[in-house]
């Protein structure tokens, strides 16, 4: 199971909020990655939590000088729209790219991204929030629901060629009450590439709970390892 740090950015500042509202500032982002870089997360992944709102980002100048001091996978996300955006930031040091609103606004992106920089480069990022006991695809950083199905979205993206998911529950998200095993569990047979699961990571025992049912997919964390709950050299001794 990959163990991954998950940086939401915003204004060169690492944040963290609960259920993507109420952000507060961590750290430097340069120095937080390589922080969990030392102590040995097995991949970063950065996010600018605002490009999509404000149609710019920050992320490549950041991923630029974070991939001069850590040699493990970074994926990049957050208001790539085209695919310049997605080659900047492969050229900026990124190894993957996880693409949420552009392919929630236009899917075609999605078949676009992957023929031209291959299935494994490319990331369906899906951010999942529960309404009326639908699981619905939501986009903008949490902000806008595209009252999408997350079934058939999930059906549709790896149709068009994404290698891996970033599912990302918006309910759980911040919470640290724990990963959301029902939409783990609903998504589960819908599911044929290599996931991420994003949001509400409590302890090491939910940690342990994750491995024993999902051993081959990855975990990303966030507040426990920011509000320095734990770490990642603790999590591998212990798990």
Known sequence: ??????????????IKGINYEGLRKIGN???????????????????????S???????????????????IPITVGGGLRNLNDIKKALDNGADK??????????PEFMLEAVKEYGASTILSSI???KINKKFLVYFNNGKENSNIDLLYWLELVQKYGCGEILLSSIDNDGTEKGCNYELLNAVRKYISVPII???GCKDLNDIKKFKKFH?????????IIHYK???????????
Request: glycine share 4%.
């Open 1 to 14: 199971m990959r163990l991954i740090a998950r940086l939401d950015i915003k204004n060169n500042y690492v």
């Open 29 to 51: 982002p340069n120095e937080i990655s390589k922080q969990y870089y030392n102590d040995g997360a097995d991949e970063i992944i950065l996010i600018d939590s605002v490009a």
């Open 53 to 71: 709102l404000y149609d710019r980002s920050n992320i490549f100048k950041i991923v630029n000088a974070a991939s001069k001091d850590i040699f």
């Open 97 to 106: 790219v996880a693409i949420n609103s552009s392919v929630v606004k236009r």
């Open 127 to 129: 951010e999942v929030k």
């Open 197 to 199: 699961y994003s949001g």
């Open 215 to 223: 051993s081959n997919d990855a975990l990303a964390i966030g507040s």
């Open 229 to 239: 709950k734990t770490n990642f050299k603790t999590i591998k001794q212990k798990i």
